[in-house]
């Protein structure tokens, strides 16, 4: 290989890089030049894909975690064909394809959307879970290597810590990070503020390390030979890089390794823009070019891929002819299209906690879902995950990846990215599973998963107060109220970006996940129960009645001239029933709705609205959350009863009692309501 063009390859990188910041006066360049040694090396010898057709799914994946060094990748991509000089040039602008920080564009070689750090190499250990999982089912034939690009940023970020221990404990050996050291953040030298020995740490996780000259190509490449040599343990390559490497000051001299080029444009930060483009041997005056002789190193490139995808064809041609039933299970687990399953046929046990009939749910998903994933953050037997055991699943261990439960520790942010990166790998239905109080830990992953339209499920169990006696740390009040405002943030496409469910009792709790299941274009939490839970009453078929909760909201009982609709999600449902029967001793008819979810119920025509929740009917609504949580079903004119302070530590039912979440209660606040 000439180094000599591989090196002026990397220098295109740095110069296109530094000019898209400065363009756009707003932007990281360092690190993006000081990072392009590595990339270049990955995309131009290493990282295997189908360059006319980049959605072939058993691709290498390129996870960026630095979303920041964005310009380093629009860059490389843009050598490889994918992005145009115009297209960079028009960086971090409206309606750009090159925005600030990546968006996932699979078309365009983009595999992940990152900003937050930590995220982004976490996903990436998703996919390598994602490829393990799949080749133990279809063959070695498909088998790819996940490569992600970490920078001093992630490797401090807490979520770091989780991602090395779970890929070192499976021993990902598929997994190939990149960490660029270059001793430089955003506002401090990293010896400011952390003293550690990374190689010693992730070794201690079981990692095989590599630490290099990150600017040097044939210290590079050997590294990745290692790397892909290696059959038991991820690897880190620490590359030692230089922070904006090539520029230059106005008087000529270095103007490397400064904190300034971190963040914000080379001139901005006192270098030379033109001295350092002349440095790297480009044209100040027009910058966004590409060498010739790097157009034809990649294009040289793009033909030994096509080369390895012809003999890769042939391989799976082969394999299709030879296992035709595993070939069409294959081309059904990347679908887009939902799973067929038949949940007319699930029994649920009567008057059950709505995480007992989740798991009943999953129990029947274990033998007949075979590309579902299910995860729990060492809770599996009190979010009742467990019931994927129970049907016949077992845990991933290292080495052995015939199973499908991933018992990921107590992490519940690394176990959410992780679930994110399977999805975005493909072939994959990703599950994981806490207490609902802990989402707070998984928020971040949750917002990346709405933004990038990932059909991740959650299951969150421990729904509210009704936790008891482990008390206010573990009792959810406001986490209602700031997951459903999901179902109010609008994704890109101007859909609802989560689908969140609260389902009132077992058998609405099937329904739930059917449509958790049969949603493949954003995430779906469902909210479940720890207490049993009185099942809603029924003339016919209590299942057939929650069939209707696919409407987001649903009337449960009418009275005849009803005077007041009192609406509610989960297991307050069931005390509103006791309620009104109350009420209507008294002779004031009421209407009962189920509301398991307000975004799904807002994405319903205006005449069905209208028919379930009446503008000039009064309505009441019950919450074990904030009151906030319904005041958009009950209206302005509307009254809620909810809880607005943390809980207390007592038995469930004394707090029922002592907090108003009773048949009793809802009888008194009902008659004041209404001045009876």
């Known amino acids: 290989m000439n180094n000599k063009v591989v090196d002026k390859a990397a220098d295109n990188i740095r110069i296109l890089s530094a000019a898209m910041v400065e363009k756009a006066k707003s932007g990281h360049p360092g690190g993006a030049m000081g990072g392009a040694d590595f990339i270049n090396i990955l995309y131009s010898e290493f990282l295997r894909y189908d360059p006319d057709n980049k959605l072939y799914p058993h691709r290498d994946r390129f996870f960026l975690d630095p979303g920041h060094m964005s310009p380093m990748l629009y860059s490389t991509l843009a050598l490889a064909g994918n992005y145009s000089m115009e297209e960079l040039a028009n960086f971090r602008q409206w309606g750009t394809v090159t925005p600030g920080h990546p968006e996932v564009d699979f078309a365009r070689g983009v595999e ?27 063959g070695e034939w498909m088998s790819h290597k996940t490569y992600a690009f970490i920078s001093d940023g992630g490797v401090q970020e807490e979520i770091s810590q989780g991602s090395g221990r ?53 210290a590079i490449r050997q590294a990745l030979i290692d790397a892909n040599n290696e059959t038991s343990r991820p690897t880190l390559i620490i590359g030692k890089t230089v922070m904006g490497k090539g520029a230059l000051s106005a008087e000529g001299e270095s103007f490397e390794r400064k904190v300034s080029t971190h963040g914000q444009p080379l001139s901005a930060a006192g270098a030379s823009m033109e001295n350092t483009i002349k440095n790297l041997g480009g044209n100040p005056e027009n910058p966004f070019q590409v060498f010739d002789d790097v157009k034809a190193l990649y294009a040289e490139r793009a033909e030994a891929l096509r080369s390895w995808m012809k003999g890769q064809k042939g391989i799976e041609t082969e394999w299709t002819a030879a296992n035709p039933e595993l070939a069409d299970k294959l081309v059904k687990f990347f679908s887009k299209d939902a799973i067929d399953f038949d949940f007319d046929k699930i029994e649920q046990k009567a008057n059950s906690a709505t995480r007992n009939a989740s798991a009943t749910v999953l129990q029947y998903f274990a033998s007949e879902i075979d590309n579902m994933i299910v995860a729990s953050a060492d809770l599996s037997n009190s979010d009742k995950t467990d019931g994927f055991l129970k049907g016949g699943s077992y845990p991933f261990k290292k080495g052995d990846f015939t199973g499908s439960f991933f018992n990921a520790g107590v992490c519940e942010l690394t176990m959410a990215c992780i679930m994110n990166g399977m999805a975005l790998h493909g072939g994959i239905i990703p599950v994981c599973g806490t207490f609902f109080v802990f989402s707070d830990y998984m928020k971040p992953a949750i917002r990346m998963a709405a933004l990038m339209e990932l059909p991740v499920k959650y299951v969150w169990s421990h729904d509210a107060f009704r936790v008891g006696e482990d008390g206010p740390t573990h009792q959810p009040v406001e986490q209602e109220a700031q997951i459903r405002l999901m179902e109010h943030l609008k994704n890109h496409k101007g859909e609802n970006s989560m689908l969140v469910l609260r389902p009132a009792d077992a058998q609405e709790t099937t329904v739930a996940w059917r449509l958790a299941l049969e949603n493949t274009s954003t995430p779906t939490g469902m909210i479940f129960s720890r207490q049993n839970v009185q099942d809603l009453p029924t003339e016919d078929s209590r299942y057939e009645d929650a069939k209707a909760a696919a409407q987001g909201a649903y009337i449960v009982e009418d009275d005849e001239n009803a005077e007041i609709i009192l609406l509610a999600s989960g297991s307050e449902v069931s005390t509103l029933v006791e309620g009104a029967q109350k009420l209507r001793a008294d002779g004031i008819a009421v209407r009962i709705v189920s509301a398991p979810s307000e975004g799904l119920f807002r994405s319903q025509s205006a005449e069905y609205q209208e028919e379930v929740l009446p503008t000039a009917l009064p309505k009441f609504g019950l919450t074990a959350g904030l009151p906030v949580t319904l005041q958009g079903l009950v209206g302005n004119n509307g009254c809620v009863w909810g809880l607005s302070s943390f809980g207390f530590s007592a038995p469930y039912t004394v707090l029922d009692q002592e907090l108003g979440f009773n048949g009793e209660n809802v009888y008194n606040q009902v008659k004041t309501f209404l001045g009876k």
């Open 112 to 138: 992940n959307t990152s900003g937050p750090l930590g995220q982004g190499h976490t996903m990436a250990v998703g996919a390598a879970i994602a490829e393990r999982f799949l080749v133990a089912r279809f």
């Open 166 to 218: 779970i890929a070192g404990t499976l021993g990902l050996s598929n997994l190939i990070m990149f960490y660029d050291s270059n001793d430089i953040q955003l506002s401090t030298t990293t010896d400011a503020v952390t003293s550690e020995n990374t190689a010693m740490k992730y070794e201690s996780w079981g990692w095989k390390t590599i630490t290099i000259d990150g600017n040097d190509a044939d």
